[in-house]
């Protein structure tokens, strides 16, 4: 799962602030999922996306959150005006186009939120 | 509504012991079972995984077990090792999908 790149790893915000988290996905993979980990929680499915479009974005929350993963760059997840419960840790997925692949996908190394 | 219910939430097993975590789901439309294990800081990395078309996988000290009338699945890790102490999420996708649906996760501590 190296091959998933995440930053920042580590991200502190005041309450108010806005937190950009950046994904470039493995090699030839253009698929990317966003999922967020809470303590004592699982991961909790948030946005599908292939370039330029947003597949599935049923686990965003309505508001302060977005996504886009376009034609040339990262994908990046925004928070706006983030408040202490966003604290957690954000993980970003690739898979690659097409076919079945065995459904797998594969993960960064996360990157995690802290807003004092 | 929680699509995939994994227990137990954590599980101590002593070096050279068997470590099982079982899962269960409701979604007949789920065909694909993967495994994940975290190790603490890190994402998570696919373990293993099965299709519902079998009733077993093995891969090393790792063994999935699939019992599709029951809608249960289970990871066994033979022989623990203190290195497979980590955070195991079972997981189940459908139709094709890639999106996978998380169990809670299950904490193994191996004691050496």
């Known amino acids: 799962n190296a091959g998933v790149m995440q930053n920042p790893r580590h991200l502190v915000r005041r309450r108010g602030q806005e937190a950009r988290l950046r994904c470039s996905p493995m090699?030839?993979?253009?698929?990317v999922y966003w999922y967020r980990q809470l303590p004592e929680e699982g991961l909790k499915f948030m946005v599908y996306?292939?370039?330029?479009?947003?597949?599935?974005e049923s686990g965003m929350p309505k508001e302060r959150f977005s996504a886009e993963f376009p034609k040339e760059g990262p994908s990046i997840l925004r928070i706006q005006q983030v408040v202490r419960g966003d604290s957690a840790a954000y993980f970003c997925?690739?898979?690659?186009?097409?076919?079945?692949?065995?459904?797998?996908?594969?993960f960064g190394e996360g990157s995690w939120l802290t807003v004092v | 509504q929680q699509q995939v219910k994994q227990s137990p939430q954590s599980l101590i097993v002593q070096k050279g012991g068997i470590s099982i975590i079982n899962c269960a789901y409701e979604?007949?439309?789920?065909?694909?079972f993967p495994w994940y294990q975290q190790f603490p800081g890190k994402g998570p990395a696919l373990l293993i995984a099965?299709?519902?078309?079998?009733s077993e996988k093995k891969e090393g000290r790792f063994t999935i077990s699939f019992n599709k009338s029951a809608k249960q699945f289970s990871l066994h890790i033979m022989d623990s090792q203190p290195g497979d102490s980590a955070t195991y999420f079972c997981?189940?996708?459908?139709?094709?999908?890639?999106?996978?649906?998380f169990g809670r996760g299950t904490s193994l501590i191996v004691h050496p």
């Open positions: 997925a690739s898979s690659p186009p097409g076919g079945r692949s065995g459904n797998t996908i594969y």
């Open positions: 090699k030839g993979h253009s698929h």
């Open positions: 996306l292939q370039k330029e479009n947003i597949i599935d």
């Open positions: 979604n007949t439309a789920f065909d694909y």
């Open positions: 099965i299709r519902p078309d079998v």
């Open positions: 997981a189940a996708n459908s139709g094709g999908s890639y999106i996978p649906t």
